[in-house]
């Protein structure tokens, strides 16, 4: 842990905006005018989205063409799985290597250090400040369909006794193009028996589609269709460009599936400095010693870098966008010289998921 001569601490806890719980950290005599916080290192959330595809043939399947000129039946029984989304989202973690002390002098007016409820880096002097949380608008979502109902409910006793099941498939197709009739008649007013009334109407309507539907996958088959549990993958990068990285595995008849199960095909995550990512230099004793008194009397605060971050799967790029990865950029300090005025306190609000300045206010 490191040191920095800027403030002490009494808690309070207050509530945020938009429901994030922040503790305020304001400088007193009983705790030797010191306050700890984190800096955040960024994390990456893959978020992949699926849908299950249920396709059962039907009965007479073989006699779609013939009798209801239906050209595609379903002809046998399937599930197939189905990638709808993928998205990736940056988020700030507490870097437990990137903890510091900061030390208020005695004669600071009130000081205090705003803190998350992770202990990272808010604000110093002022209120926290938080983005409004986005809503996701790429969610895919499906209708749940009406279920079809049992078919067989609704064939006439000659169907059910027909010695062959080219005739049951002959006067099953009768009986389909009859309710076609009948709707037809009663859309035009030609029917014999109107419906009385507008419920009376919509009530004979939905009876024949529904039989209709049913009936009709006796050829066609059935098809439903639901959303599957979302797959989350959490990725904490290091100091090094990542290229091609397998986060999940899809499978078009399984789903998703282990990453070591080849049954899969694989989805990569990259994320690319967008500088040549620096590797930390060799420092003499006294350029460390140098280095070291710098970063102990002031702030250390994140100066994020930028990366591109792709999410690819099926020779698509599902997600291609620019972010701020704290692990690709550097540190900086705040001076412990710029909290010394009394009538004019610096007002410093972070970016608590990055660890970097957002502002700063005199």
């Known amino acids: 842990m490191k040191h920095y001569y800027i403030g002490l601490l009494s808690l309070l806890f207050v509530g945020g905006l938009h429901a994030q719980e ?6 007193v005599r009983s705790n030797n005018y010191g306050v700890v916080y984190s800096l ?16 059962k043939a039907g009965e007479f399947f073989e006699y779609a063409q013939q009798y209801l000129n239906i050209a595609n039946p379903i002809t046998q029984d399937e599930v197939i799985y189905t990638l709808t989304d993928i998205s990736a989202e940056v988020s700030g973690v507490a870097d437990k290597e990137k903890s510091y002390q900061v030390e208020f002098r005695s004669n600071t007016v009130a000081p205090f250090v705003t803190l998350d409820k992770n202990g990272l880096i808010c604000a110093i002097n002022a209120d926290a400040q938080f983005d409004a949380p986005s809503t996701p608008n790429n969610t895919t979502k499906t209708e749940e369909a009406k279920p079809i109902l049992n078919p067989n409910s609704f ?8 010695g062959s099941k080219s005739r049951q498939a002959e006067l099953i197709a009768k009986q389909i193009f009859l309710l076609r009739e009948t709707r037809n008649s009663i859309l035009t007013g030609e029917a014999d028996n109107m419906p009385p009334d507008g419920n009376a109407y919509k009530l004979v309507m939905e009876r024949l589609d529904t039989q209709e539907k049913a009936l009709t996958s006796l050829f066609a088959g059935t098809e439903t269709v639901e959303n599957i549990e979302p797959l989350t993958s959490t990725i904490i990068p290091e100091n090094k460009n990542i290229d091609k990285q397998v986060i999940f595995r899809f499978s078009r008849r399984l789903g998703f ?11 990569y995550l990259s994320l690319i400095s967008k500088e040549a990512v620096k590797e930390a230099p060799i420092l003499s004793p006294k350029e460390e010693k ?7 009397k002031g702030i250390i605060f994140n100066v994020p870098g930028k990366a591109t971050l792709k999410v690819e799967f099926g020779n698509k790029d599902w997600v291609n966008k620019s972010c701020d990865v704290v692990q690709y950029g550097i ?3 705040l001076v412990p010289q710029m909290f010394d005025n009394n009538k004019q306190p610096i007002k410093v609000i972070f970016y608590p998921e990055m660890g970097a300045i957002k502002q700063i206010i005199q």
């Open 155 to 162: 064939l006439s006793e000659e169907t059910l006794r027909a």
């Open 331 to 333: 540190q900086d300090v």
């Open 40 to 55: 955040p290192k960024t994390a990456i959330t893959v978020k992949a989205q699926a849908t299950k595809t249920t396709r």
């Open 290 to 296: 140098e280095l070291e008194k710098k970063f102990s």
């Open 22 to 27: 922040t503790v305020k950290m304001s400088a």
């Open 257 to 267: 599936v282990r990453n070591d199960d080849l049954s899969g095909a694989p989805a």
